[in-house]
């Protein structure tokens, strides 16, 4: 039976920063918070990372509940098993995304129950009063993952945001269709405020929503700032800890706490810099995680590349965020709120079009990866192919293979295994691939030598 | 007279190399089995008895493969690529690109003019892309998997198959039997799929002249002759091809040896 299965141990990743040191605690708090807004009648959605609907949900005083994360902590704390064994007893192919087969089975198992299965990671996931699904990023589990929700919580209605940006193209300008897609995104906006006022009854409080809107542009600039700082030699800090500041980024915008998080590790990072202190004591190679999800049962894996002396300090992967002040518009003069979080969604996912524009054969992602090649000094890329990870994983490869013909030639490693399936990985093997990367840049830093 | 050793522990096979004065003077391989730390020692006692040395004349071991971390007589661990690429370079100077079909891996790499690798693939986490795809049909042909290569050449009508994956492709197999297609067909056309595999890692991480083929795949002549039908290109193969790995292990213990004595 899958209800007496226990979970594997797992030793604690080692953090660079104090700053990803407390995100732990943060994540625990905020689950505990879901919980108890439920026992105290509060209406909570289940929501999605990067669906725009951050300062919304927050100005209404709704509690979101980020089933991604959720998921993530079972597959970092090597709990996901069963709950994906679930899933695919209720008739889910174990191929769908595992983050989607966590929480379905999740839902399933404590709907039949009417309680949290026994020894829920950190207490459980609360049972929703509606679900904000999305459609955004081509991701198709935002789209169908809350619909299939319903099969175990019918009474719950579900809201799926169309986000859409403009398509790149080399040979036009995105500028010339841009105000469609905005005036778009703020009626899908508009819609989600009024489902949310009737399935609620919470009203919308526009003053708190545009004070909170100001709050995120304030907490985007702080963490672009903030993370340009890993551009130093040593650098500071790594991906491995982005993976545990990506909380705030993705699962606390629009808060204080937010932005009070990246203040205090922007200062840490200021004096690390000052006193020379890298993530490792001698710094050899420079690497870019340059996409996919993380293994979320793995990120060991960071101690070990950085046990060869190996440093991440840029990432692709939930850097969701640019200096709103480096777009090409003033956001500062939208004054309804919701335009104001159109445009700045349109103006980040096409962020790096002029720049694919201007060099022949190239792509907005691979843009992307030439920059931070360049400002970061790097040395080598790894990705990350989660196989339930479909969004992910289109177009890494054909992203190196690109960068090789229109830029250069970087040495690359793509790991394999998933976001939660544990029985996708082997240590052995995974390490085996860093070792052999390793001499390869080794090889490629000393040639001619 | 400096003596070394390379122990590649790999996933079907384990392989000992012993070596003086940069010549291979005795080696063996055997499976590898459930206890790669009894077959660490098994196979290297084996290649020490050819050589008449016991492990105390070993001035300098370096382990590799899958079980690397199962040698407690090595001195280090280095990977099997880096022992792979060194291993080939000793063989073929003139090679910048090699592939390694194993039992669990198919690798391929390029390397520099010294032997370092500088870019490599692994074939993803399927018996599809690897020697035990193989071995998956040799067991169902009730075959020695030695005389696969010889037999796929007698094949007039090769027969396709519809899948790249292993567990599929014993099923069609077992179709193609009972519809009465002849060994060598199921053969040469397993060996197509496989070089379609290797086609593909190849072409992405881009072919550089000259081109070598290592690991125990190599000892399939209807598999080397398909890769070089899929490639357009003559590989280069070793008369031993499942010790390559070991003998670039050996190599690395020479240096670090060699470093040892020069430092002293």
């Not at chain 1, 769908?96 to 309680?115: N, P």
Request: hydrophobic share 40%; aromatic share 10%.
């Amino acid at each position: 039976m899958t209800e007496e299965k226990k979970p594997e141990e797992k030793k604690k990743r080692k953090t660079a920063t104090e700053a990803a040191a407390k995100i732990g605690p943060m994540v625990k708090a905020m689950i505990a918070d879901v919980l108890q807004a439920r026992k105290e009648g509060k209406p909570i959605a289940y929501t999605f990372i990067c669906c725009c609907y951050d300062e919304i949900v927050r100005a209404m005083d709704i509690v979101p509940a980020w089933t991604e994360n959720y998921a993530g902590i079972c597959g970092a704390k090597r709990d996901a098993q069963r709950f994906l064994e679930r899933a695919e007893s209720e008739g889910f192919s174990r191929s769908l995304c595992t983050y989607a087969l966590c929480g379905l089975g999740f839902d399933a198992w404590r709907e039949q129950l009417g309680e949290m299965p026994p020894d829920a990671p950190w207490g459980g996931q609360a049972r929703p009063d509606v679900m904000l699904g999305s459609g955004q990023i081509l991701c198709d589990p935002r789209n169908k993952w809350y619909q299939a929700a319903q099969h175990y919580i019918p009474d719950v209605p579900v809201y799926a945001v169309g986000l859409p940006w403009p398509p790149y193209e080399s040979d036009y300008d995105y500028r010339e269709v841009q105000d469609y897609y905005v005036k778009y995104i703020v009626e899908e906006l508009r819609g989600l405020v009024a489902f949310l006022e009737r399935h609620t009854g919470r009203k919308m409080d526009w003053d708190r929503l545009s004070e909170l809107v100001d709050l995120t542009d304030r907490t985007w600039n702080l963490i672009w700032e903030t993370y340009e700082l890993r551009r130093a030699i040593p650098s500071p800090m790594g991906t491995g800890d982005a993976m545990n500041t990506m909380v705030p980024i993705v699962f606390m915008m629009a808060t204080q706490q937010a932005y009070d998080f990246f203040k205090e590790l922007n200062e840490e990072l200021r004096h690390k810099i000052a006193n020379k202190e890298g993530e490792v004591p001698d710094e050899k190679y420079r690497l870019m995680w340059g996409g996919g999800l993380p293994a979320w049962f793995a990120l060991n894996d960071f101690n070990y590349f950085n046990s060869k002396g190996a440093v991440f300090p840029v990432e692709t992967t939930y850097r969701t965020v640019e200096a709103v002040y480096n777009f090409d518009i003033d956001l500062s003069k939208i004054s309804d709120p919701l335009e104001h979080i159109a445009w700045r969604w349109v103006k980040f996912w096409t962020y790096w079009y002029d720049k694919a524009r201007k060099r022949p054969g190239s792509h907005p992602d691979v843009e992307r990866l030439i920059q931070y090649i360049e400002d970061y000094k790097i040395d080598g890329i790894v990705m990350h192919e989660a196989f339930s990870c479909r969004t992910w994983h289109v177009g890494l490869i054909w992203q190196l293979n690109r960068l090789k013909k229109i830029y250069r030639d970087i040495p690359s490693l793509i790991l394999e295994s998933d976001i939660v399936d544990i029985s996708s990985y082997n240590e052995a093997d995974t390490r085996a691939r860093i070792d052999a990367f390793i001499d390869t840049l080794e090889a490629v830093k000393s040639k001619g030598k | 007279m400096i003596h070394i050793a390379g122990v590649d522990i790999g996933s079907a096979f384990s392989k000992a190399v012993i070596m003086a004065e940069n010549k291979i003077i005795a080696y063996q391989v055997k499976p590898s089995g459930g206890n790669y730390r009894l077959t660490a020692e098994q196979v290297t006692k084996g290649a020490l008895t050819k050589a008449k040395l016991s492990l105390k004349d070993i001035d300098y071991v370096v382990a590799t493969g899958y079980g690397a971390a199962n040698v407690p007589f090595s001195r280090e661990a280095v990977s099997d690529i880096s022992c792979l690429a060194r291993g080939v370079h000793y063989l073929f100077p003139t090679a910048r690109t090699a592939i390694d079909i194993g039992g669990q891996f198919t690798r391929v790499f390029k390397l520099d003019k010294r032997g370092r690798a500088t870019a490599f693939l692994l074939s993803e986490k399927c018996a599809a892309g690897s020697g035990r795809f193989l071995q998956v049909i040799a067991k169902v042909l009730q075959i020695d998997l030695k005389d696969i290569g010889e037999l796929s050449l007698k094949s007039r009508n090769r027969v396709d198959f519809n899948t790249g994956c292993a567990v599929f492709a014993e099923s069609e197999a077992i179709s193609r039997i009972a519809e009465g297609a002849a060994k060598e067909d199921i053969l040469a056309g397993l060996h197509r799929a496989l070089a379609a595999k290797v086609q593909a890692m190849v072409e992405r991480l881009g072919i550089e002249p000259d081109c070598a083929l290592v690991g125990g795949g190599a000892k399939d002549i209807g598999l080397v002759r398909s890769i070089e039908e899929s490639l357009a290109c003559r590989l280069l193969t070793p008369d031993e091809p499942q010790i390559v790995a070991a003998l670039g292990a050996a190599l690395i213990a020479g240096e670090k040896a060699a470093a040892i004595k020069a430092s002293r």
